[in-house]
T-cell receptor
Framework: TQLLEQSPQFLSIQEGENLTVYCNSS?????LQWYRQEPGEGPVLLVT?????EVKKLKRLTFQFGDARKDSSLHITAAQPGDTGLYLC?????????????FGKGTLLTVNP | KAGVTQTPRYLIKTRGQQVTLSCSPI?????VSWYQQTPGQGLQFLFE???????NKGNFPGRFSGRQFSNSRSEMNVSTLELGDSALYLC?????????????FGSGTRLTVV
């Protein structure tokens, strides 16, 4: 069973601060995705990383996939209240497991104005 | 472009009853997956359908079942409801393999069992 551990579980910061959240596993993933979920809504896909060591940027968000494809990080620069939400990482295995994603329990981020 | 539509949004049922939830995927998406989300366990995979065939199933009891129709719409059914089945049930569709294309989720059905 592939498990993803996210840390921290909760994070409350002031607008303008930087932050990093982590997603770790002992398993190797064929890809890793990050989603953001707002209250009352389903998760929304932010990014997919596929290659070990890959770095992707989405405006103020920087995503990195570990060299061994077992972990990932999300860094937010100059956080804004609109970044508030539950950040979920999700990994996929290989072969038949390509069709399902295993999710971490998430990091609940609150950015205070 | 219409997103993933789940109905109903909210549902209250009594222990022992059964419930059917519906999901209409994005047009052209043939893969539909279902997840259960609870505060303690997070998102847990229920099953995935592609072209009316179940390709993957999670570790849930047989009370949880699903199906997909020829138009890709999907339903999931939970029989003999238990209090622990209270959760947000999310449906997600994908244009291809989820590991590459990712999911588009619906807003979910909030099921409360009393």
């Amino acid at each position: 069973t592939q498990l993803l551990e996210q840390s921290p579980q909760f994070l409350s910061i002031q607008e303008g601060e930087n932050l990093t959240v982590y997603c770790n596993s002992s398993s190797v993933f064929s890809s890793l995705q990050w989603y953001r979920q707002e209250p009352g809504e389903g998760p929304v896909l932010l990014v997919t990383v596929v290659t070990g060591g890959e770095v992707k940027k989405l405006k103020r968000l920087t995503f990195q996939f570990g060299d061994a494809r077992k972990d990932s990080s999300l860094h937010i620069t100059a956080a804004q209240p609109g970044d508030t939400g539950l950040y979920l990482c999700a990994g996929a295995g290989s072969g038949g497991s390509n069709y399902k994603l295993t999710f971490g329990k998430g990091t609940l981020l609150t950015v205070n104005p | 472009k219409a997103g993933v539509t789940q109905t109903p949004r909210y549902l209250i049922k009594t222990r022992g009853q059964q419930v059917t939830l519906s999901c209409s995927p994005i047009s052209g998406h043939r893969s539909v997956s279902w997840y259960q989300q609870t505060p303690g366990q997070g998102l847990q995979f229920l099953f995935e359908y592609f072209s009316e065939t179940q390709r993957n199933k999670g570790n849930f009891p047989g009370r949880f079942s699903g199906r997909q129709f020829s138009n890709s719409r999907s339903e999931m059914n939970v029989s003999t409801l238990e209090l622990g089945d209270s959760a947000l049930y999310l449906c997600a569709s994908s244009v291809g393999q989820a590991n590459f294309y990712g999911y588009t989720f619906g807003s979910g059905t909030r099921l409360t069992v009393v």
